[in-house]
């Protein structure tokens, strides 16, 4: 099992959400109006008067091994058609659940 960790400007909501169905993932936690800063580059998220956007973040927690790749391998695909919009994702290994 593998964790995903997504955050990506809001304006990837749909788009991301797209990308878990294709591959059959149905399951996923959001949180709406998070603020923050890329690493290299891209305008500050921070919901205010100066820097109005704002980012979503996904847990999803995927089953599948391979499938786990290929989502990130599309994420990153989606991320380089506009990459000043800004999308990270990040994937770990989850040893145990209940």
Known sequence: MKA????CSQAYN?????VLEYFGQR???RWTGVSGR???DGLPHMGD?????QNHALLVFVDD???????LEALHRLDGRSPELGLRAFMWDIEKNC
Request: charged share 20%; no cysteine; net charge negative.
């Open 14 to 18: 749909e788009e991301v959400v797209k």
């Open 49 to 53: 008067h100066a820097w109005p956007d």
């Open 27 to 29: 399951g996923f936690t």
């Open 38 to 40: 890329g690493t290299n």
């Open 4 to 7: 995903l960790f997504i955050a």
């Open 65 to 71: 091994n391979a499938v786990a790749d290929r989502i």
